[in-house]
């Protein structure tokens, strides 16, 4: 080495110079971990907003084995107005789950602290969706401090969305060996609503005692009771329970042609909120006309009315279930028909 070489000896004087610049741009683990407690600390519900950037960052760029695990969860803005996806739901629910670890672990050492719940937004971050690999919403994801391609890491079954945040937590927990404790949803009603309703409720207490005492109230009305009734026979029959339990929409979008709605869905596996109404009120319908016959109908004394009366209803009950049985054979695709017996047959 010829020490009188002036380009040679630049090029060593530099040489420390780069490797401490090429240090300095390539964050370390414990500057990754510190950004990522940073940005938790800002979000409310500790839930941290990422894009193409910050994937990049924290997942793509970042050395394997990552000291971190990150639950994330896909949104898309422009399908949030969609009633069958539930987003909006789904990710009030992510948030809870998010909110509930993190009081779970307030008073636990840091490391167990090192899963962060973050989302991703379609329009903001296309790469990151196409990394992995997301082609349907809704969608969960785990990524372990092994995974190296973003592909291979775990998705949350999509059957397992029908139980909300403690299915979440429940995919948190089976991927990160981390309990998440319980869940603390808001309550109803706040600490303020409740006491604006004991104070009505103490100034209008003189005035509902001395109409109880009086008789003179909606429960003391039999037609309060006989709408009551009427409601909980309809709520029964148009299967509301299991739109509510199943948070089913009342009609869908067509996906040929989004201006059309689909109020009827064909296929025994899937109900629609206007079917059970549609189902419902023919059922009522028939239900009231018992009811009219049997309480109304046969105090009326002209003969004749009360057979013309009692003919028109048998011709609605008839429509009403001809109609019912028409929708469930389209629907299930099994026809229901008459029984002759043997005999009668020539």
């Known amino acids: 080495m010829d020490p009188q070489n002036p380009l040679l000896l630049l090029l060593l004087l530099a040489f420390p110079v780069l490797i401490s610049l090429s240090s300095a741009t390539s964050p370390s683990a414990d500057d990754l971990v ?23 960052r924290f997942l793509t760029s970042a050395p ?24 909006p739901h789904l990710r009030s629910e992510f948030s809870l789950v998010s909110s509930s670890f993190a009081a779970h672990h307030a008073s636990s050492p840091a490391t167990s602290l090192r899963v962060f719940f973050c989302d991703i937004e379609f329009q903001e971050s296309q790469a990151s969706f196409s990394l992995f690999g997301v082609t349907s919403l809704p969608h ?20 397992d969305f029908s139980r909300l945040a403690e299915s979440m937590a429940e ?43 009086e008789g003179n109230t909606m429960l003391h009305d039999h037609r309060f009771w006989m709408g009551l009734a009427v409601f909980v026979y ?27 709605l689909i109020f009827f869905y064909q296929g025994s ?64 695709g099994y026809s229901v028909h008459a029984f002759w017996p043997t005999s009668w047959r020539f």
């Open 140 to 159: 969960v994801r785990h990524v372990g401090p092994h995974h190296r391609s973003l592909r291979d890491s775990e998705p949350m079954d999509q059957s």
């Open 234 to 260: 309809f709520f029964s029959v148009a299967g509301s329970m299991h739109n509510i339990i199943r948070k089913m929409p009342m009609f869908l979008q067509d996906r040929n042609d989004p201006d059309k």
């Open 64 to 87: 394997v084995p990552r000291p971190y695990s990150l639950i994330l969860f896909f949104d898309a803005s422009q399908l949030r107005s969609k009633p069958d996806l539930h987003l």
């Open 171 to 213: 995919f948190v927990e089976a991927k990160t060996q981390i309990p998440v404790g319980p869940i603390v949803r808001p309550p109803p009603i706040s600490a303020r609503q409740i006491a604006f309703l004991a104070i009505a409720l103490l100034i209008s207490a003189p005035f509902l005692i001395k109409r109880i005492l």
């Open 34 to 56: 510190a950004e990522l407690e940073a940005l938790r600390a800002q979000s409310p519900s500790g839930v941290i907003h990422l894009d193409d950037r910050s994937v990049a």
């Open 269 to 332: 596996g899937m109900q629609l909120g206007a079917e059970g109404f549609a189902v419902g009120f023919l059922y009522t319908i028939v239900g009231l006309i018992v009811a009219f016959a049997t309480h109304v109908l046969v105090r009326v004394r002209n003969t004749t009315a009360q057979r013309g009366f009692m003919l028109v209803a048998m011709l609605v009950a008839v429509w009403a279930v001809k109609k019912v049985i028409y929708l469930d054979n389209w629907k299930t």
